[in-house]
Structures are given as C-alpha cells and as structure tokens.
C-alpha cells in the first residue's frame, strides 16, 4: 500500500497548499520537481489521485488543484515543437 509519506517525501506538494498567493506558475514548477521526484515503481496517474484524493478538501479554485486536475487529463498530447522535420518536404 502507498502512503501520502511515500507520494509526497518532499512534502512539495503539502507546501504548495500552505503557500499563500502561490500562482500556477510556481505550481507547475512544484508539480514537475513531484512528480520527477516519485519512485519508479509507482503509476503518476494513480499518484496524482491518491494526492488529489488527500487534499480533496482544499479549494477547487487553488492553483495546485487545478494543475494536479491537469495532471490527470489524458486528452492533452505532446506536440513536437519546431525543428527541420516539423517542416513540410517539397
């Protein structure tokens, strides 16, 4: 069984809930620095549920619950951005 101990080892995420004004910027950077930092064996999308889950009491309108929330939304995918094969061949 995971625990929020093994989710959150940094506390990063608990933080950025206690951090008042924080923006979605600084989440996003939280966010990242979470999730590169969660051990390999554990499913992020799982992760992030389980962390949703916990602080289902914060503020739906709170910026880390938001990207958590984006976190979760497997709709987005990767786009390549520039570089010579974006380019149309003739």
């Known amino acids: ?6 989710l959150d080892h940094k506390q990063l995420i ?6 008042e004004g924080i923006t979605e910027s600084q989440c996003r950077s939280i966010f990242l620095d979470w999730a590169l930092s969660l051990p390999v064996q554990l499913d ?6 389980q962390i949703m889950a916990h602080y289902g009491d ?3 309108d709170h910026p880390m619950t938001q990207v958590l929330q984006q976190g979760l939304d497997k709709t987005v995918k990767p786009r390549r951005r520039g570089g010579w094969r974006s380019r149309p061949r003739d």
Do not use: G, N
């Open 1 to 6: 069984m995971t625990t929020l101990a093994d």
């Open 14 to 19: 608990q933080e950025a809930y206690r951090i």
């Open 44 to 49: 992020d999308q799982s992760a992030i549920t």
């Open 58 to 60: 914060e503020p739906q």
